[in-house]
């Protein structure tokens, strides 16, 4: 598949053979012109099999609305925004490496899993914790996250501490804030008492963002700006500050509770500040409760999550079929 960059329109779907579309920007359509994503491809091989054409269109604006008018089309969205059409999926990489959403009304912060009722006793207990031991021995024991971290292991960061992890500064497009990166900082160290908060600059930050994180250096009053690798930051601290960041995902593998400060899709094993001015009592609060970490991540990632691997097609396959798709009926029963 080539990326096309001229715009979709209602006219030009009306005149199209049944087509699986995938919408996406500049990375993720690279990654599906040379079939990096093994889930993503295997999709694409299945619907050439079965007599569909394939069309890799840049995103545009308002192509949601354009690709619903349409239904005998298939549209695969390789972005955030959440849109519901009876034709529509949405697939982005999840927060974990290996691990992808394939949702029908949102990626990451707007996916299905927001609206979903968590039950840690209703979880295989000794199932999660093999999948966590496994996940989180991988993960840990390579230094692994979504973005290159330092090299683990070189100290410097107290047990006991919290730490603050910053993203961009800017209101999501695509979810809620309830409070600034600024605002978020300052009240952690306002409620931080004798802890140490160490503060973590996201490697895309802006240099002016990097600016004001760095004036909030004050080594003499327990505050640090570093470089660390995240997981030396997760091993040592009590609590992990986040406003929406991946990391307050990551912490799970590490056991650590969790305060948000914005929407999310795994808000169900994390305390979220709506009030900076509540800060120590949601420190308090998250410190206080024995979180099932192990049948969490099980829930998440075994029951929402694809794994990026062809195994996994028949999942996708199903969902389609589910729509009302034979291109999903793959075993041809003409029910579910």
Same mark, same amino acid.
């Given at each position: 598949?080539?990326l096309q960059t001229q715009a979709l329109s209602e006219t030009e779907l009306?005149?199209?053979?049944?087509?699986?579309?995938?919408?996406?920007?500049?990375?993720?359509?690279?990654?599906?012109?040379? @079939?990096? %994503?093994?889930?993503?491809? =295997?999709?694409?091989?299945? &619907?050439? !099999?079965?007599?569909?054409?394939? +069309? /890799?269109?840049?995103?545009?604006?308002?192509?949601?609305?354009?690709?619903?008018?349409?239904?005998?089309?298939?549209?695969?969205?390789?972005?955030?925004?959440?849109?519901?059409?009876?034709?529509?999926?949405?697939?982005?990489?999840?927060?974990?490496?290996?691990?992808?959403?394939?949702?029908?009304?949102?990626?990451?912060?707007?996916?299905?899993?927001?609206?979903?009722?968590?039950?840690?006793?209703?979880?295989?207990?000794?199932?999660?914790?093999?999948?966590?031991?496994?996940?989180?021995?991988?993960?840990?024991?390579?230094?692994?996250?979504?973005?290159?971290?330092?090299?683990?292991?070189?100290?410097?960061?107290?047990?006991?501490?919290?730490?603050?992890?910053?993203?961009?500064?800017?209101?999501?497009?695509?979810? @809620?804030? %309830?409070?600034?990166?600024? =605002?978020?900082?300052?009240? &952690?160290? !306002?409620?931080?008492?004798?802890? +140490? /908060?160490?503060?973590?600059?996201?490697?895309?930050?802006?240099?002016?963002?990097?600016?004001?994180?760095?004036?909030?250096?004050?080594?003499?009053?327990?505050?640090?700006?570093?470089?660390?690798?995240?997981?030396?930051?997760?091993?040592?601290?009590?609590?992990?500050?986040?406003?929406?960041?991946?990391?307050?995902?990551?912490?799970?593998?590490?056991?650590?509770?969790?305060?948000?400060?914005?929407?999310?899709?795994?808000?169900?094993?994390?305390?979220?500040?709506?009030?900076?001015?509540?800060?120590?009592?949601?420190?308090?609060?998250?410190?206080?409760?024995?979180?099932?970490?192990?049948?969490?991540?099980?829930?998440?990632?075994?029951?929402?999550?694809?794994?990026?691997?062809?195994?996994?097609?028949?999942?996708?396959?199903?969902?389609?079929?589910?729509?009302?798709?034979?291109?999903?009926?793959?075993?041809?029963?003409?029910?579910?």
């Amino acid at each position: 598949m080539q990326l096309q960059t001229q715009a979709l329109s209602e006219t030009e779907l009306a005149s199209l053979s049944p087509t699986l579309f995938f919408h996406a920007r500049a990375q993720l359509a690279l990654g599906m012109e040379q @079939r990096r %994503f093994k889930l993503l491809t =295997a999709l694409a091989d299945h &619907a050439l !099999a079965q007599g569909w054409r394939l +069309r /890799l269109q840049r995103i545009q604006a308002g192509a949601q609305e354009i690709a619903a008018s349409a239904p005998q089309h298939l549209h695969i969205f390789m972005e955030d925004r959440g849109f519901y059409g009876p034709n529509i999926f949405h697939a982005t990489p999840g927060y974990l490496r290996g691990f992808w959403f394939f949702d029908e009304i949102g990626n990451r912060n707007n996916s299905k899993q927001r609206l979903a009722h968590f039950s840690a006793p209703a979880v295989p207990k000794r199932k999660a914790e093999a999948f966590f031991h496994s996940l989180s021995s991988e993960v840990i024991g390579q230094n692994r996250s979504k973005f290159k971290q330092p090299e683990a292991g070189q100290g410097g960061i107290e047990p006991g501490s919290l730490a603050f992890f910053a993203q961009d500064f800017g209101a999501p497009k695509y979810h @809620r804030h %309830f409070m600034t990166v600024p =605002a978020m900082i300052e009240a &952690a160290i !306002a409620a931080k008492g004798a802890r +140490r /908060l160490y503060i973590k600059p996201h490697p895309n930050q802006s240099l002016s963002e990097l600016e004001t994180l760095a004036g909030y250096d004050d080594p003499q009053n327990g505050v640090h700006v570093v470089v660390a690798s995240i997981h030396d930051l997760l091993r040592a601290c009590d609590v992990v500050l986040t406003l929406t960041s991946a990391v307050g995902f990551e912490a799970f593998l590490h056991r650590k509770p969790v305060i948000l400060g914005g929407e999310t899709d795994f808000w169900q094993n994390a305390v979220t500040l709506t009030n900076p001015e509540r800060m120590a009592a949601a420190i308090e609060t998250a410190l206080a409760q024995d979180w099932p970490f192990e049948a969490f991540l099980y829930w998440y990632l075994q029951d929402y999550c694809m794994r990026d691997r062809a195994e996994d097609l028949p999942r996708v396959l199903a969902a389609i079929h589910r729509r009302g798709y034979r291109l999903g009926d793959h075993l041809g029963q003409g029910f579910f």
